[in-house]
């Protein structure tokens, strides 16, 4: 008997925009070489790079919101209080999986890390 029930190590065909996936890849190459040409330590580059994911991360959840209704950000927010202002990021993905289909979650995701990665590279070449 077969069962319709996915493997969890797999994960399901999304469709991506590809030119946007390329450019956000090639933003990540650029970011790395100015890391290189600005020889940045390795500890400092562990830094940068954690705080252009909290970047990424804090610009996901401004474009989310931006699509949930008064009663879904009371209910987001309700979350942060419970936990004394510092949510369970695990619990806050779920929330957000609830809210949005996969497909919408990646291109919010990859807007998000081209924006933060473009800003990051033109403030450094300046």
């Known amino acids: ?12 065909d999304i469709q991506v925009d590809s030119a946007l996936a390329e ?3 090639m933003l990540y190459q650029e970011v790395d070489k100015t890391l290189d040409d600005l020889r940045v330590g390795e500890s400092e580059r562990k830094e940068i790079e954690q705080n252009l994911m909290e970047a990424i991360a804090a610009d996901l959840l401004v ?3 931006e699509k949930l ?7 987001l927010a309700k979350m942060g209080e419970e936990t004394g202002g510092q949510p369970d990021l695990n619990a806050v993905a ?6 949005f289909d996969q497909a919408v979650l ?21």
């Open 1 to 12: 008997m077969t069962d319709n029930v996915q493997d969890p190590g797999q994960v399901p």
């Open 23 to 25: 450019r956000v890849v």
């Open 94 to 99: 779920g929330f957000f999986r609830t809210k």
């Open 69 to 75: 209704s008064e009663e879904e950000k009371a209910e």
């Open 106 to 126: 990646v291109q919010h995701l990859a807007e998000a890390t081209e924006s933060v990665l473009s800003e990051f590279t033109e403030a450094m070449s300046r």
């Open 63 to 65: 474009r989310l919101g």
